[in-house]
């Protein structure tokens, strides 16, 4: 007997995706929508496609999964963003197992990234294995205290799948600038929980370490323009994140009067 998936998406304004990946999973036996406060068309659209739509106050991503895990309904989930689309291989190889006894209790999944106007091979962006998105929904649990770059504890096995879910993260520069500094914040926040220490110089030579990994030791030159670009969003969410963990309350003050 098959067993039944649900899959949930996250969503905060994401109009412009929204519909894409939900055509992507229409063949699901329950898409979970997670509203952290959309204000455009995005509900709408999920509406349209009878997705259930779950309000969820955005307090961190660790918090985030862990209630959208909550809110499916059956044993196995597939985690997906409004930026990611299933490829009709990977559908059908998803379809496939849950169609037998999966051998696992958690699959993770390649992810193929197109970043300007070229599918990235390099940089560590292929296979880019970020987290398991296929699993039981007793198998697999986030960290409710990382605010980003969420952890996760499995209770099982993992295995992998095949074929690839696509990524379609950014349509233009200011995506970026704006992921850079949304992540810069959160990242400086996660690091004050857990107790560690910013400053100027430990982000400099964290960041210069994360671009050097990035665009020498993860091979990112073999992807041109779009590997230094990589890198270099590495290098700037990196240094920020450590500059903003010990300045993000400190103020400059007005220039004294001359």
């Known amino acids: 007997m098959t067993n039944k998936v649900s899959v949930y998406i996250p969503v905060l304004n994401e109009e412009r995706k929204i519909e894409d990946a939900l055509k992507t999973v229409a063949w699901a036996d329950e898409i979970v929508v997670l509203d952290s406060g959309c204000t455009d068309q995005t509900i709408p659209i999920a509406i349209s496609y009878g997705a259930k739509i779950v309000p969820h106050k955005f307090e961190g991503f660790g918090k985030l999964r862990n209630a959208g895990i909550d809110a499916c309904s059956h044993d196995w989930i597939l985690s997906i963003d409004a930026d990611e689309r299933c490829t009709p291989e990977l559908i059908q190889e998803i379809q496939s197992l849950l169609a037998n006894s999966p051998q696992h209790d958690a699959y993770w999944i390649p992810r193929r990234n197109w970043f300007m106007n070229r599918w990235i091979k390099h940089s560590g962006w292929y296979p880019d294995y970020c987290q398991p998105k296929l699993f039981k929904r007793q198998a697999l649990r986030y960290r409710d205290e990382d605010v980003v770059h969420e952890d996760w504890d499995v ?67 073999l992807d041109g323009k779009a590997g230094f670009m990589i890198a270099l969003f590495n290098f700037e969410t990196t240094f920020y994140r450590y500059v903003m963990r010990d300045w993000k309350n400190q103020h400059w003050d007005k220039p004294p009067k001359v």
Do not use: C, M, P, T
């Open 155 to 221: 209770s099982g096995s993992i295995g992998y799948l095949k074929h690839d879910v696509l990524h379609f993260s950014y349509q233009q520069l200011s995506d970026i600038v704006r992921k850079i500094d949304n992540y810069a914040k959160l990242g400086a926040d996660k690091l004050e929980s857990k107790g560690k220490s910013g400053g100027f110089f430990k982000g400099l030579s964290r960041g210069l370490w994360a671009f050097i990994r990035i665009y020498f030791i993860k091979l990112g030159f």
